[in-house]
Protein backbone atom coordinates (compact mmCIF):
# COMPACT_ATOMS: atom_id res chain seq x y z
CA UNK A 1 0.00 0.00 0.00
CA UNK A 2 2.65 2.27 0.92
CA UNK A 3 4.06 1.74 -3.02
CA UNK A 4 1.17 2.97 -4.08
CA UNK A 5 0.23 6.05 -2.55
CA UNK A 6 3.81 6.67 -3.47
CA UNK A 7 3.36 6.22 -6.80
CA UNK A 8 0.26 8.07 -6.91
CA UNK A 9 1.90 11.33 -5.33
CA UNK A 10 5.21 10.82 -7.38
CA UNK A 11 2.30 10.74 -10.49
CA UNK A 12 0.30 14.11 -9.25
CA UNK A 13 3.25 15.75 -8.74
CA UNK A 14 5.92 15.05 -11.41
CA UNK A 15 7.15 18.04 -11.78
CA UNK A 16 7.87 19.30 -8.19
CA UNK A 17 11.81 19.13 -7.67
CA UNK A 18 12.86 17.06 -4.94
CA UNK A 19 12.82 13.37 -3.59
CA UNK A 20 9.49 12.38 -2.26
CA UNK A 21 10.32 11.01 1.30
CA UNK A 22 7.72 7.62 1.56
CA UNK A 23 7.27 8.49 5.60
CA UNK A 24 5.97 11.63 4.51
CA UNK A 25 2.73 10.68 2.47
CA UNK A 26 2.15 8.04 5.20
CA UNK A 27 -0.77 10.42 6.55
CA UNK A 28 -2.39 9.99 3.15
CA UNK A 29 -2.60 6.46 3.44
CA UNK A 30 -5.46 5.74 5.38
CA UNK A 31 -7.79 8.37 3.14
CA UNK A 32 -6.12 7.17 -0.19
CA UNK A 33 -7.08 3.48 0.80
CA UNK A 34 -10.58 4.79 1.39
CA UNK A 35 -11.51 7.35 -0.87
CA UNK A 36 -9.35 6.14 -4.11
CA UNK A 37 -10.51 3.67 -6.58
CA UNK A 38 -7.75 1.10 -7.35
CA UNK A 39 -10.47 -1.62 -9.16
CA UNK A 40 -9.22 -0.23 -13.08
CA UNK A 41 -5.55 -0.81 -11.54
CA UNK A 42 -3.15 1.80 -10.61
CA UNK A 43 -2.42 3.21 -13.80
CA UNK A 44 -1.50 6.67 -14.50
CA UNK A 45 -4.72 8.04 -15.08
CA UNK A 46 -5.72 6.17 -11.84
CA UNK A 47 -2.90 7.97 -9.86
CA UNK A 48 -3.92 11.60 -10.56
CA UNK A 49 -7.30 10.99 -10.52
CA UNK A 50 -6.48 9.69 -6.87
CA UNK A 51 -4.69 12.72 -6.13
CA UNK A 52 -7.17 14.77 -6.80
CA UNK A 53 -9.94 12.75 -5.52
CA UNK A 54 -7.68 13.60 -1.91
CA UNK A 55 -7.96 17.38 -2.59
CA UNK A 56 -11.35 17.48 -3.24
CA UNK A 57 -12.45 15.69 -0.26
CA UNK A 58 -9.97 17.10 1.58
CA UNK A 59 -12.33 17.96 4.62
CA UNK A 60 -12.98 14.05 5.08
CA UNK A 61 -8.78 13.72 5.52
CA UNK A 62 -7.18 14.74 8.84
CA UNK A 63 -4.67 17.71 9.11
CA UNK A 64 -1.39 15.68 8.66
CA UNK A 65 -2.54 14.95 5.34
CA UNK A 66 -3.65 17.98 4.53
CA UNK A 67 -0.35 19.18 5.16
CA UNK A 68 1.09 16.71 2.56
CA UNK A 69 -0.98 17.96 -0.11
CA UNK A 70 -0.51 21.16 0.22
CA UNK A 71 3.54 20.27 0.71
CA UNK A 72 2.61 18.66 -3.07
CA UNK A 73 0.49 21.32 -4.67
CA UNK A 74 -2.46 19.38 -4.81
CA UNK A 75 -4.01 22.08 -1.97
Known sequence: MRSVVA???LAV???AAGA???NELAPCRPAAAKL???SAG???SNMVR???TLAA???RVGETCRE???RYGQL
Open 7 to 9: ILF
Open 13 to 15: SAG
Open 20 to 22: IDL
Open 36 to 38: CDR
Open 42 to 44: MNW
Open 50 to 52: CGA
Open 57 to 59: NSH
Open 68 to 70: VLK
